[in-house]
């Protein structure tokens, strides 16, 4: 299994990123997806879920219209569109199955929103 995490940066606070998420050694299309995010001195959170097929999202109350998760099963890889950005959106971003399967985390991507 192989994750890799793309499209971080540094912005101003209310700007906007888009991350993606390669994945490979597995069998993409058949598990739902997340975004976790974890902040210094703070435990790694779940921040979005989209379903196999993409026909169902679901977001951390805190990112709720703000932030959009979609996917590309021909490509293997899932997206992270994040809009408005608060400087408590600050963290590293990982991308994996939903529940972590296969137990296992990618490098991620770090995001910094600043004021």
């Known amino acids: 299994v192989r994750l890799v995490e793309s499209g971080g940066g540094s912005v101003q606070a209310g700007g906007s990123l888009r991350l993606s998420c390669a994945a490979s050694g597995f069998t993409f299309n058949i598990y739902f997806m997340s975004w976790y995010r974890q902040a210094p001195g703070k435990e790694r959170e779940l921040v979005a879920t989209?379903?196999?097929?993409?026909?169902?999202?679901n977001y951390k109350d805190s990112v709720k219209g703000r932030f959009t998760i979609s996917r590309d099963n021909a490509k293997n890889t899932v997206y992270l569109q994040m809009n408005s950005l608060k400087p408590d959106d600050t963290a590293v971003y990982y991308c994996?199955?939903?529940?972590?399967?296969?137990?296992?985390w990618g490098q991620g991507t770090q995001v910094t929103a600043s004021s």
């Open positions: 989209i379903s196999s097929t993409g026909g169902s999202t």
């Open positions: 994996n199955t939903h529940g972590n399967y296969f137990g296992s």
